[in-house]
Every structure is written in structure tokens, then in C-alpha cells.
């Protein structure tokens, strides 16, 4: 399976009628692998600030999570595993893998929870494979 397909397939899927408002699967340098048509353009900055967190969890928390230009205020999460970002309605979820960050973005109706589910079951498997 491609990387474009784990996120049109996989991230992307509907879910009570509805689905992500955008997904990417990321290298940990910041290369793209796959990512949704709507998934913002991010800076270098943006994910090496995200990398720092999962190696020194709570950093991100007095700045913030920023995406796309889009500040999001961290909740808890996994420390070194999963970020988690909300901002109004909706926010981010970010499961680390071995080789990637597995990145979800989520409005109204999809819920945090299930956003969560979505992003974090594919990390799960794709750590399980090794990747």
C-alpha cells in the first residue's frame, strides 16, 4: 500500500459521515510522504518544534503547537508519543512513529475522540510494522 493511500483510505475515511479535515503522514526531517489536498503548508520550524516536544515533552505547551500557521493550544497527550492540539471547534492529533508523524486535523462534527482514534490506530499499526 502506497503512503498516499494509508492517508486517502485510512486517515481520510468517513466516520458517521464525516471525516478529517486533513491529514499527512510526515517524515521526522519534514518531508512530506502523503498528505490530503487540504492539508496546510507547514514550515521546517513547525514540525522541528514538534520533534522537540516528543524528546522533551511540555515544551510546546507555554508557545503553543503551530501548523499551517495555525496556533493550536496543546492538551494532554502521550508524552513522546502523541500531541494533542485544540483550537475552538476543532484541533490536531499527531501520533510518532519510528519513521513518521501520522497527523490528523479536525472540525466540527468529528469529535476530538474520534479524531484520536483515527490518527493513533494507524500509528499503532504502522509502529507494529516496524515503520
Known sequence: MSWQ????????????GN????????GHDGSVWAQSATFP???????????K??????????????????????IQGEAGAVIRG?????GVTIK?????LIIGIYDEPLTPGQC???VEKLG?????QGL
Open 96 to 100: 510518532k512513529t519510528s519513521m513518521a
Open 53 to 74: 516536544d516528543f524528546e522533551e515533552p511540555g515544551s510546546l505547551a507555554p508557545i503553543g503547537l503551530h501548523l499551517g500557521g495555525v496556533k493550536y493550544m496543546v
Open 124 to 128: 499503532d499499526y504502522l509502529i507494529e
Open 5 to 16: 493511500q494509508y492517508v486517502d483510505e485510512h486517515l481520510m475515511c468517513d466516520i458517521d
Open 41 to 51: 503548508q507547514f514550515t521546517t520550524e513547525e514540525i522541528t518544534a514538534v520533534m
Open 19 to 26: 471525516s478529517l479535515t486533513a491529514a499527512a503522514i510526515i
Open 86 to 90: 485544540k483550537k475552538g471547534a476543532g
Open 116 to 118: 484520536n482514534m483515527i
